[in-house]
């Protein structure tokens, strides 16, 4: 071993003082907020098939709009299952530690570059879809509105609308600062090379 390949591993191997140690090893403290998710994330699964075991049993006496409900229903479930799993593997990650999953065949291929940026871009377009179908559904169940049969008022199909709008734009607002953090960094990186 060289003097040279020699020094980055003492570095590595180096103790830190203990108030940094302390520091650094909170990162831990996430890791029951974690195995709660993942228990969230079970019921979930408990409430997706409770809710095809409902449309199955009702496939005969519902109409197609309640077909169509309780599909869109159940791809919400999926929906919000994906962002927890987007959130415990991604977070765990980035936050806690490294999964080691390299050459794993059921590595998720965009963990690979996963970090903080991408997760909250990550995030903002599966609240953007999860918002999406709850709309849908909201639109669907708004066609009884004039025939004062729906559940929802015009002022609730508005404020849904105006609330799935500003997600939309929440989510173009961290892309836009995203790139232009990244390209400064570039800019810097660009200049120091020179």
């Not at 570095?11 to 003082?17: E, M, P, V, Y």
């Not at 229903?73 to 799993?85: E, F, K, P, R």
């Not at 390299?102 to 970090?115: I, R, T």
């Not at 953007?128 to 009884?144: K, N, P, Q, V």
Request: neutral net charge; contains cysteine.
């Amino acid at each position: 071993m060289s003097v040279m390949s020699a020094a980055p591993a003492r570095a590595k191997r180096r103790s830190l003082r203990p108030v940094p140690m302390l520091i650094f090893g909170s990162r831990w403290l996430q890791v029951p907020l974690y195995v709660g998710l993942i228990i969230a994330q079970g019921i979930y699964v408990l409430l997706f098939l409770k809710e095809l075991w409902h449309l199955f049993a009702h496939s005969f006496d519902f109409s197609e709009q309640q077909i169509m409900l309780a599909v869109l229903g159940l791809i919400d479930v999926v929906m919000i299952s994906n962002l927890l799993v987007m959130v415990i593997v991604g977070g765990y990650e980035t936050f806690v530690s490294r999964l080691n999953l390299q050459g794993h065949p059921d590595e998720p291929e965009w963990l690979s570059h996963v970090n903080a940026s991408v997760l909250k871009i990550k995030l903002a377009m599966a609240i953007i879809g999860i918002s999406s179908i709850h709309l849908l559904r909201t639109f669907i169940e708004a066609g009884a509105l004039m025939s004062g049969r729906s559940n929802f008022t015009e002022t609730g199909v508005m404020w849904q609308t105006i609330i799935h709008c500003v997600f939309i734009l929440s989510a173009i607002g961290i892309a836009i600062v995203d790139k232009l953090s990244n390209d400064s960094i570039e800019g810097t990186r660009q200049q120091a090379a020179h």
